[in-house]
Each structure stands twice: as structure tokens, then as C-alpha cells.
């Protein structure tokens, strides 16, 4: 029987301290991080992705992220292709991987695979955009009853984006979407994963998110935001569209003060964190701490269950 590496995965919503714990972990049993994270694979986008400072990282490597440049297309696909290279390499070099997981969509796509669906064609897209923009989202939709209704079916007619992404698979796999989703999933194999959760007091985890946002605008966010703007990063761009960018873009453009901006991102983000602890939640098989990952006694107790997970 061939023996399983390890992979230890933190996980939990945005501001709970999974990086801390991680680079505690990583310090004590000789690891290297691996972030799981739709927004910091994007390079240049660094406070308000809340990417961990180089100088704060304590000699520990952080994988994944900077991977691409802010108008390239970066998929749950792919992103799976560059996590399972990374933990390939990490693992030989006898180190221990911990991810950070904060993207539950990315930890799904690695730790139970993805349906193989085909890649994405701008070209095509680019064409169903046209005609959803001279027609109206209707008009795709009903395209997609007659070319799928299975499918159509479990779509809005108003989800352009998705009836969009629907129409494509179908088009280009030449089968049903739900046929290409029954088709099964390649599940992550040689690990043996151990998953421990950050499930800190609700009202603590807001007042923390509260003042992580001014202390963001304080290291200089909206200074970045102008340097990608003067660096010709298009205000479109779908970083942009992050938490945070959007209110800061309307306030350089007149639109918000500062004071309704701060108000708005942390109302945005403690929504996402909300849902981030609905979706992991479902996440079988999770040890949850109730504290913050730079809680000496969290750091204490998930180390506790890695050095003896039977205990």
C-alpha cells in the first residue's frame, strides 16, 4: 500500500487569520503555503486582496498567486492544474503543503476535480455578448431552451453570464451540459488531507473586518488603485471588480466619499464572509477551532491535531 502525503488545509472566511496560522504551522513542521484564492492569482492587486506583505511572510514560501496579469481569463480549471503541479513539487522536496483556503469554488475544483468541460472560446462569447446586447438576455435564453432545456431550465433568464457559459459547452462539447457534468470528477489522490477551520465569534469577525478596511486604506490602497489606473490597467479589468475596487474607483471618479466608500466595503465584505462560512460549512470533514488563526491558542490547538490527529 503506497503511502499518502500530507496536506493540510486552513480554511474560513476572509479576516479569521488563516495565513497567521498557516505560517505558524509552516514554522513548526517545516511547510510551504499554497493560497487558495480567485483574487490574489492576479498580479498588482495587493492590499485589497489582502496578499500577505514579503516582509511579514517570516522566510515562508507563498505559492499561487501573482500567476497572472489583470486582463488575462484565470478559471477554477486552471488554477487546479497549477495547485496540483505546486503540490507535486512542494511534497518532493519533502515539505509540508498547507493551503490557505479562502475560494471554496478553487478548494472544490482541487480536492474533488472538475467536470471536464471544454475551454472557454472568447471568440464565441464575444459573439453571444453582441447578441445578448442587440437582442436582450431573452433571446439567449430561449436559444439555450432549444439547444439544451435541461439546462435552461436551472438558469434565469436575466444570468446572461451563465446562459452564456451554458450555450458555450454546449455548442462546443456537442452534448448536453448536464451529460458533461454526469460524467464524473477526478478527485485529488496521493494526499491524505486534514482540514481545520476558522470559526471565530460573528461579532468579533466583523469588528476585526471593520478595522482591517481602514487599516488597508491606511497602507496605501487607494494609492494602488491609482497606480493601476496610471499603469493602464483598464478600469474593467475583472480585478476591478473585486471587493473594495469598485467603491474606491467611484470615489476617485467623484462618485462616493471616502467616508461612504470605507462604509460600503465593509458592509461588502463582511457579506462575503457570511458567505464564505455558508459554503464551508458543507465542507465534510473539518475540524473548526472558534477563534482567529494568530490566537496563540488556535495555533496551539491545530497543531495539536496535526502532530496527533487522533488525539
Known sequence: MSV??????????????????AIHLAQQLGGEILVCDSTQVYRHFDIGTAKVPLAE?????????????????????????????????????????????????YLRALLEGLADAPERSEELRA???????????????????????????????????????????????????????????????????????LSPPRAALYARID??????????????VRKLLSGGVPPDAKPFQFIGYPELLAHLAGRLTMEAAIKKIQLATRQFAKRQLTWFRKEPSVHWLPGFGDDPEVGAAALGLLQNPRA
Open 211 to 224: 478595522a482591517r478596511t481602514v487599516a488597508m486604506l491606511s497602507d496605501g490602497w487607494l494609492d494602488e
Open 127 to 197: 459573439r453571444l455578448r453582441a447578441k445578448a446586447q442587440l437582442r436582450g438576455s431573452y433571446y439567449l435564453h430561449r436559444a439555450l431552451v432549444r439547444l439544451d432545456p435541461e439546462i435552461a431550465a436551472r438558469i434565469g433568464p436575466r444570468d446572461t453570464q451563465k446562459v452564456i457559459r451554458a450555450i458555450e459547452m454546449r455548442i462546443l462539447a456537442g452534448k448536453p451540459v448536464g451529460e458533461i457534468y454526469r460524467a464524473g470528477r477526478n478527485s485529488l489522490e496521493g494526499y491524505h488531507v486534514q482540514k481545520i477551520g
Open 57 to 105: 511572510r517570516h522566510g515562508i514560501a507563498h505559492r499561487l498567486i501573482d500567476l497572472v496579469e489583470p486582463n488575462e481569463i484565470f478559471t477554477a480549471g486552471e488554477y487546479r492544474r497549477q495547485a496540483l503541479l505546486a503540490l507535486t513539487e512542494v511534497s518532493q522536496r519533502g515539505k509540508l503543503p498547507i493551503l490557505t483556503a479562502g475560494t471554496g469554488l
Open 4 to 21: 499518502l502525503a500530507p496536506l493540510v488545509v486552513i480554511l474560513g472566511p476572509t479576516a479569521s487569520g488563516k495565513s497567521s496560522l
